[in-house]
T-cell receptor, first 111, second 111 residues
């Protein structure tokens, strides 16, 4: 059974820092991995989608990497800003469009 | 596009009542997903549809829960009878190229 874990559960950093969020999954047979952002009381916003054949994806200050063999993905946020404060979730598609979500990392960027 | 549209945004109901949550997916998206989010269990997939056909409902917790998708632009999730433990935020998402897009959710409170 696929399990997705995110570490740390919460993170507080000063503005301007570069930071890394981690996501690990137990079964390497995935179709893709997606990173989402969730603001309090809101839905999820897709940030980056990495297909299983890809190693990384970039969008602005965000870079996500995927290492299927080790069951890991990282989300790198450069030059963090207070507006980046949110909960970040990763989700793996473990076949037949079944997405398994991690428990999330709650990020707070201090001004 | 207008995104995934869910209604109502908030629902408060008494135990034993029937609750119907509604979702309008993004036009052209072939997949539609219903999720439930709670503090204890995180984000859980309840059921998903492909071209209006239910594909996997293994996440539906009990027979009290049912979902339909009568056409490509509308889906419902029904709980009958509702119980206090059903209190959660229910999300609908649809998928096309580029990953899943989520609605803003329905916050359900059963008292």
């Amino acid at each position: 059974k696929q399990e997705v874990t995110q570490i740390p559960a919460a993170l507080s950093v000063p503005e301007g820092e570069n930071l890394v969020l981690n996501c690990s999954f137990t079964d390497s047979a995935i179709y893709n991995l997606q990173w989402f952002r969730q603001d309090p009381g809101k839905g999820l916003t897709s940030l980056l989608l990495i297909q299983s054949s890809q190693r990384e994806q970039t969008s602005g200050r965000l870079n996500a990497s995927l290492d299927k063999s080790s069951g890991r993905s990282t989300l790198y946020i450069a030059a963090s800003q207070p507006g980046d404060s949110a909960t970040y979730l990763c989700a793996v598609m473990a076949g037949t469009y079944k997405y398994i979500f991690g428990t999330g990392t709650r990020l707070k960027v201090l001004a | 596009d207008a995104g995934v549209i869910q209604s109502p945004r908030h629902e408060v109901t008494e135990m034993g009542q029937e609750v119907t949550l509604r979702c309008k997916p993004i036009s052209g998206h072939d997949y539609l997903f219903w999720y439930r989010q709670t503090m204890m269990r995180g984000l859980e997939l309840l059921i998903y549809f492909n071209n209006n056909v239910p594909i996997d409902d293994s996440g539906m917790p009990e027979d009290r829960f049912s979902a339909k998708m009568p056409n490509a632009s509308f889906s419902t999730l029904k709980i009958q009878p509702s119980e206090p433990r059903d209190s959660a935020v229910y999300f609908c998402a649809s998928e096309g190229r580029g990953g899943q897009r989520f609605g803003s959710g329905t916050r359900l409170t059963v008292v």
